[in-house]
């Protein structure tokens, strides 16, 4: 027999095939009936006890039969394999019991209790029942299987007993019939157990295309060719605040739309310019998204496309998140983070807007502001109070803000402010010395009361003669001409100011060519020793010859070389230059090079002096480098640990113009100085001043027990040097009393020479003695 078992087919596939055997109960009581009727109709006609006995029997498995039918009808699904095989053998038993109580009937009727209307009957009913054993037992091998065999071996056994052969041939032709009605519900059997299959594929992907229909963060509708739609998911139901999808079904985009306008999230013009684009797109067939603001402050994104089978998809998103993001990016790239104002790149969009429509013969106004010494406050104070500072001052400009007024925050401690139709140049020059004077005045920063204090720069211009960038560049020139004048006050822009920015410009490339060239040349300043009047010693001076403008100061084309940061490569050209040429020179004559504050910045200073003094083959002992106070400013530290190295390699210190600083007492004692140079400030009233005289002295007094020895510059006229001599008494005297600097062959040529003026000096000291 065909059994099944475990594991053959899907558990999900059997227990169903299980249910169908107790589906139906009443055409199999109607079975019973005509069965028991035909049985009893035979009983009458022959009053053969045999019959008697099979009516009864089947009266009895009639009741078992059915009753078991009734109780697993209306029962549960079984849970596991196990329980539904427990349900089919029951059905098999009762089953069984019936398959032989009509076999019974057809071997009696045949064979035992032969009766021409009994045999009829008996075949008759049992193969009309037989032909329901493939349409109600196919979810049951075994049971078709045995109803077969209960049925028609009966049969086949009651015609061979027979003993003729007509009805021995007949009794042989039931296994050709068993065969047929076993292949037939076999075949029953595969085609339903494929349709149940497919039906539970088909289920699974319903359920999954359910799921992930309605776990989508988004809202889906998909529309039918009507227009109307046929399938929705639970977001798109709770967007429209319905409490299912099938809510949805049925109506058009229209209805949809209204229905986010009866709600209040929807305005109506809104609906009609969403439906126009959605519409507009599915007939397209062309992808389309429309963003919508609702009422509530939440943002969605309405997407339509054209699907499959001529069905148009709408999704719509909640983006909110996504939209607030892109705000805040948005504001973050267009406004200051600290003030809130417009930034650099916003404020020149602003403006470029605003220039290129109305009015194109317009006045318009730009002002820059700058704080006076900001920098000061974040070296003092911290960055944090400075910011403090800065948030002061905008909160101040803000105020100002309108329509034709823009601020913004440029960058560090500088603000920018356009002046949209300025009447002419009195009232711009009003409106700026009102915002100047609502500037002034203290703020308290973290406890820290600071007074604001700022320099500006304004440019007038018609709006077609002009862009936004040439008038920043043009305030920003009166902003440096301000400062330049004293700071706390603003400027407005002349021509004049813009020719001299031309001309600095071109002076600075030009300083670049000559640096790049190595167009400049180095002077040297004799350094003279008061008690011999002989050159000790020469100070290295950089000269710039211009090939059009002449000799350029030195107080004109150092100041362009710090700002350009070319200054480095002109100490590094003095450096070499003089250590070459002092070479040249007795070995009594030494060579003094300043160097910048910035060269003091990177540790190459060291290695640049070695390269000169390698390069040169001068002793050490006569290159003396001379530090700014600017320097020491920098980073006392790591000044002193490459000061600390120079002297390492045999470069003697000095610190120039000692006493014009801040701090200058301290670096004595701290710093490993060979000599001090006194500024020229210290001698210009000595003849005429006592307390300058008496302040000269006490530096020269204060030097010497610490191993310092003195230079004093700024030796102009006899009268000083003779004070000097008599009563300052200094090792080293410098200044143009002792003439212009000299080229290299100048020194080399009168590094022998006693200064005129020495009688008189000595003269002066025996007279002083006496």
Same mark, same amino acid.
């Given at each position: ?14 227990i169903?095939?299980?249910e ?9 009581s ?18 053969? %006890? ?8 089947l009266l009895?498995?009639a009741?078992?039969?059915l ?6 009808r ?11 095989? /427990? ?15 009509l076999?019974? *009937? ?9 009766d021409?209307?009994a045999?009829? @009957? ?12 493939? #349409? /109600?037992?196919? $979810? ?5 299987v ?9 049969i086949?056994? #009651? ?9 021995f ?19 029953? +059997? ?6 149940l ?5 088909a ?6 295309f359910?799921r992930?229909?309605?776990t989508?963060?988004h809202?889906l ?9 046929a ?7 709770h ?10 079904l049925? +109506? ?15 305005a ?7 439906e126009?684009?959605l ?22 994104e309405?997407?339509a496309?054209?699907?499959?089978? =001529?069905?148009?998809v ?32 916003? *404020?020149?969009?602003?403006?470029? =807007? ?5 009015? /194109?013969d317009?006045?318009c #106004?730009?002002?820059v ?5 900001f920098?000061?406050?974040n ?5 944090p109070?400075?910011? #403090?500072?800065?948030?002061a001052?905008? !909160?101040r400009?803000?105020a100002? @803000?309108?329509q034709?007024?823009?601020?913004s925050?440029?960058?560090?401690? =500088? ?10 140049e009195?009232h ?6 009102e915002?100047?004077?609502g ?12 007074r ?24 920003d020139?009166?902003?440096y ?14 021509a ?7 001309? +600095? ?13 190595k167009?400049?040349?180095v002077?040297?300043? %004799? ?21 059009d403008?002449? %000799? ?16 480095? =490569? ?7 230059a ?31 002096? /070695?390269?000169?003094?390698? $390069? ?14 600017t ?5 006392k ?14 470069v ?5 113009d ?11 004692h701290?710093?490993p ?19 300058s ?22 030796? !102009? ?14 090792d ?6 002792f ?16 200064? %005129? ?12 003695r006496?």
């Open positions: 027999m065909n059994l099944i078992k475990k594991n053959e087919i899907p558990v999900d596939v059997y169903p095939f299980v169908t055997l107790f589906r139906d109960g009443l055409t199999l109607i079975g019973f009936f005509a069965q028991t009727l035909l049985v009893v109709l035979v009983y009458w006609k022959t009053m053969d %006890p045999a019959y008697l006995a099979v009516t009864l029997g009895a498995v009741f078992l039969r009753r078991n039918i009734r109780k697993y209306h029962a549960p699904s079984p849970q596991n394999w196990e329980e539904a095989r /427990r349900r089919e053998n029951d059905y098999i038993l009762y089953g069984s019991m019936h398959g032989f109580m076999g019974a *009937f057809c071997f009696v009727g045949i064979y035992l209790a032969y021409p209307f045999e009829i @009957a008996a075949v008759c009913v049992t193969l009309a029942s037989a032909t329901s054993i493939a #349409g /109600r037992n196919y $979810g049951s091998p075994r049971m078709v045995i109803f077969i065999m209960t049925m028609t071996w009966p086949s056994l #009651g015609f061979i007993l027979r003993g003729d052969p007509y009805h041939i007949l009794g042989l032709l039931s296994a050709p019939f068993l065969f047929a009605i076993k292949r037939f519900a076999d075949l029953v +059997r595969e085609v339903l157990f494929a349709a299959s497919e039906e539970k594929k289920n699974r992907i319903a359920q999954r359910n992930a229909l309605n989508m963060s809202g509708v998909m529309l039918g060719p009507d227009g109307r739609v399938v929705a998911n639970a977001e798109a139901a967007l429209m605040s319905l409490k299912s999808p099938d809510a949805l049925g +109506r058009s985009i229209h209805g949809l739309l209204m229905r986010g306008v009866a709600g209040g999230m929807l109506p013009k809104d609906c009609r310019y969403i126009a684009q519409t507009r797109a599915l007939r397209e067939g062309r992808d389309r998204k429309v963003l919508v603001s609702l009422a509530n402050g939440q943002h969605y309405f997407s496309r054209e699907g499959s089978q =001529e069905l148009g709408i999704t719509f998103e909640d983006v909110t998140a996504r939209v607030e993001a892109e705000d805040k990016i948005r504001f973050m790239a267009r406004y200051d983070n600290l003030t809130g104002l417009p930034n650099r790149a916003y *404020f020149h969009e602003l403006v470029g =807007e605003a220039m290129v429509s109305g009015d /194109r317009r006045l #106004g730009l002002a502001l700058d704080l006076d010494d920098k000061s406050v070296d003092t104070l911290g960055h109070i400075g910011d #403090g500072l800065i948030y001052v905008a !909160e400009l803000a100002i @803000a309108r034709d007024i823009t601020v925050r440029f960058g560090g401690d =500088e603000f920018m402010i356009f002046f949209d139709r300025v009447e002419d009195s711009l020059t009003s409106q700026l010395d915002i100047f004077a500037l002034q005045g203290e703020v308290d920063v973290a406890g820290h009361g600071l604001i204090q700022a320099s500006g720069g304004a440019v007038l211009s018609r709006v077609k003669d002009t862009d936004v960038d040439a008038m920043i560049v043009k305030a020139l009166a902003l001409k301000a400062k330049e004048l004293g700071k706390n006050s603003w400027r407005l822009f002349e004049s100011m813009d020719a001299a920015f031309r001309n +600095r410009q071109l002076m600075k490339a030009d300083l670049r060519t000559a640096v790049e060239s167009g400049l040349r002077v040297y300043q %004799p350094i003279v020793a008061m008690s011999t009047m002989r050159i000790a010693s020469c100070e290295a001076l950089c000269r710039w010859d211009h090939p403008l002449g %000799p350029i100061s030195p107080s004109i084309f150092i100041p362009l070389a710090e700002e350009m940061g070319i200054i480095s =490569e002109i100490s590094t050209f003095v450096l070499q003089a250590c070459a040429e002092c070479a040249k020179w007795p070995d009594q004559t030494s060579v003094s090079v300043n160097l910048s504050a910035k060269d003091f910045r990177n540790r190459d200073v060291i290695q640049k002096v /070695r390269d000169a003094l390698a $390069g040169s083959g001068l002793a050490a002992s006569r290159l003396e480098i001379e530090v700014t106070e320097a020491l400013l920098d980073d530290s790591l000044t002193r640990q490459y000061i600390e190295e120079l002297k390492q390699i045999g003697r210190i000095a610190l120039d000692f006493g014009t600083g801040y701090s200058s007492l301290s670096y004595l701290k710093l100085l060979d000599k001090i140079k006194i500024d020229r400030s210290f001698l210009m009233d000595v003849t005429q001043n006592p307390r005289l008496e302040l000269l002295k006490g530096i020269v007094n204060l030097s010497r027990p610490l191993g310092l020895s003195v230079t004093v510059e700024g030796v !102009e006229n006899f009268e000083q040097l003779k004070i000097l001599a008599l009563q300052v008494k200094p080293l005297v410098q200044g143009f009393l003439g212009s600097a000299l080229s290299a062959s100048g020194i080399e040529t009168m590094s022998n020479t006693v200064w %005129p003026f020495a009688k008189d000096i000595n003269t002066a000291k025996r007279a002083a006496r």
